[in-house]
C-alpha cells in the first residue's frame, strides 16, 4: 500500500487554506492514515482552521488508548471541534474560522471513512464511486430531486455548506468498505468541482503511478479555471 499527497493554490486564490496528511505507517492504533481538510473563513483563519485540525486530529490518535477506529476517530475530531470553536470565541480574528474534514484509515480488512464539510473520498477499481456525502446546501438539493448532480458543480452556492470542524454542527458520517485492491481518492472541492466524476475515473484508473495520477489532476482543475485551492491524497491499496 502506497499513497502520496498534493496541494495546490490555483489560479484565483490568494492562500492556500488546504492541508493535507497521508502515512502509509501506523498513527497511534490506527495503522495507516490519510486526511484532506479544506479551511474556510477570512484571511489567514481559514488555513490556522485547517492546519490546526489536522495536526491536533493526528496528535491526539498518536496518544489515543481507543482500539475501536470509529470511536478514535470521532473523539479526537470532537475534542478539535471544541479547541476550535474556543478559539473562535477568545480571538475575534478567527471568529466564523472552520474546516471541512475528510479522513480514512485502512485496517487489514475494511477502510475506515469520516467526513464532514463537502471534501470528498472517491473508491476506484473498475468504477469510480463516491463514498462520502456532502454537507451542504447543493447537496440537500441534489437529494431531494431539485438539481441534477452535475449541475451541482456549477450552482452559485456551491460552496454552502451545512456542517464544518468548527461550526455547532460538527457531526461526522462514518463509512466502511472492503478493504480490497483498488484507490482511495480524498479531495478537496477545488478538484471534484473543477472536473467532472468521468473524467476523474479516467484520471485515477489509468496505468500511471499515483505520483503522475496526482500531477494530471492538479494540472487539469488549474486547467478548467483553477478557481479553489486544489488538494489531494492518493491512495494505492495494492498489498
Same mark, same amino acid.
Given at each position: 500500500?502506497?499513497?502520496?499527497?498534493?496541494?495546490?493554490?490555483?489560479?484565483?486564490?490568494?492562500?492556500?487554506?488546504?492541508?493535507?496528511?497521508?502515512?502509509?505507517?501506523?498513527?497511534?492504533?490506527?495503522?495507516?492514515?490519510?486526511?484532506?481538510?479544506?479551511?474556510?473563513?477570512?484571511?489567514?483563519?481559514?488555513?490556522?482552521?485547517?492546519?490546526?485540525?489536522?495536526?491536533?486530529?493526528?496528535?491526539?490518535?498518536?496518544?489515543?488508548?481507543?482500539?475501536?477506529?470509529?470511536?478514535?476517530?470521532?473523539?479526537?475530531?470532537?475534542?478539535?471541534?471544541?479547541?476550535?470553536?474556543?478559539?473562535?470565541?477568545?480571538?475575534?480574528?478567527?471568529?466564523?474560522?472552520?474546516?471541512?474534514?475528510?479522513?480514512?484509515?485502512?485496517?487489514?480488512?475494511?477502510?475506515?471513512?469520516?467526513?464532514?464539510?463537502?471534501?470528498? *473520498?472517491?473508491?476506484? #477499481?473498475?468504477?469510480?464511486?463516491? +463514498?462520502?456525502? /456532502?454537507?451542504?446546501?447543493?447537496?440537500? =438539493?441534489? %437529494?431531494?430531486?431539485?438539481?441534477?448532480?452535475?449541475?451541482?458543480?456549477?450552482?452559485?452556492?456551491?460552496?454552502?455548506?451545512?456542517?464544518?470542524?468548527?461550526?455547532?454542527?460538527?457531526?461526522?458520517?462514518?463509512?466502511?468498505?472492503?478493504?480490497?485492491?483498488?484507490?482511495? *481518492?480524498?479531495?478537496? #472541492?477545488?478538484?471534484?468541482?473543477? +472536473?467532472?466524476? /468521468?473524467?476523474?475515473?479516467?484520471?485515477? =484508473?489509468? %496505468?500511471?503511478?499515483?505520483?503522475?495520477?496526482?500531477?494530471?489532476?492538479?494540472?487539469?482543475?488549474?486547467?478548467?479555471?483553477?478557481?479553489?485551492?486544489?488538494?489531494?491524497?492518493?491512495?494505492?491499496?495494492?498489498?
Amino acid at each position: 500500500m502506497r499513497s502520496v499527497g498534493a496541494s495546490h493554490i490555483g489560479k484565483v486564490r490568494t492562500e492556500n487554506q488546504d492541508r493535507i496528511f497521508f502515512s502509509d505507517q501506523p498513527v497511534g492504533n490506527l495503522k495507516s492514515l490519510y486526511i484532506v481538510a479544506d479551511g474556510m473563513g477570512g484571511h489567514q483563519s481559514g488555513g490556522y482552521a485547517a492546519d490546526y485540525a489536522v495536526k491536533r486530529f493526528v496528535e491526539l490518535v498518536e496518544v489515543s488508548e481507543e482500539k475501536d477506529i470509529i470511536e478514535c476517530m470521532r473523539e479526537a475530531i470532537s475534542a478539535v471541534n471544541q479547541e476550535i470553536l474556543k478559539k473562535c470565541r477568545e480571538d475575534a480574528a478567527y471568529a466564523g474560522m472552520g474546516t471541512t474534514f475528510v479522513a480514512a484509515a485502512v485496517s487489514d480488512e475494511k477502510i475506515t471513512v469520516m467526513n464532514i464539510g463537502d471534501s470528498r *473520498l472517491y473508491y476506484g #477499481d473498475k468504477e469510480l464511486r463516491q +463514498i462520502t456525502t /456532502d454537507h451542504s446546501y447543493v447537496e440537500e =438539493l441534489i %437529494h431531494a430531486g431539485v438539481l441534477k448532480r452535475e449541475q451541482g458543480r456549477f450552482h452559485p452556492k456551491k460552496n454552502l455548506i451545512t456542517r464544518a470542524v468548527g461550526g455547532q454542527s460538527a457531526v461526522p458520517d462514518f463509512f466502511e468498505l472492503e478493504a480490497k485492491e483498488g484507490y482511495l *481518492l480524498l479531495c478537496s #472541492d477545488g478538484l471534484s468541482n473543477m +472536473i467532472a466524476d /468521468d473524467e476523474l475515473k479516467e484520471l485515477l =484508473l489509468d %496505468h500511471s503511478q499515483i505520483e503522475k495520477k496526482a500531477n494530471q489532476m492538479i494540472i487539469r482543475a488549474n486547467e478548467y479555471g483553477g478557481q479553489d485551492n486544489i488538494s489531494l491524497v492518493i491512495v494505492d491499496l495494492k498489498r
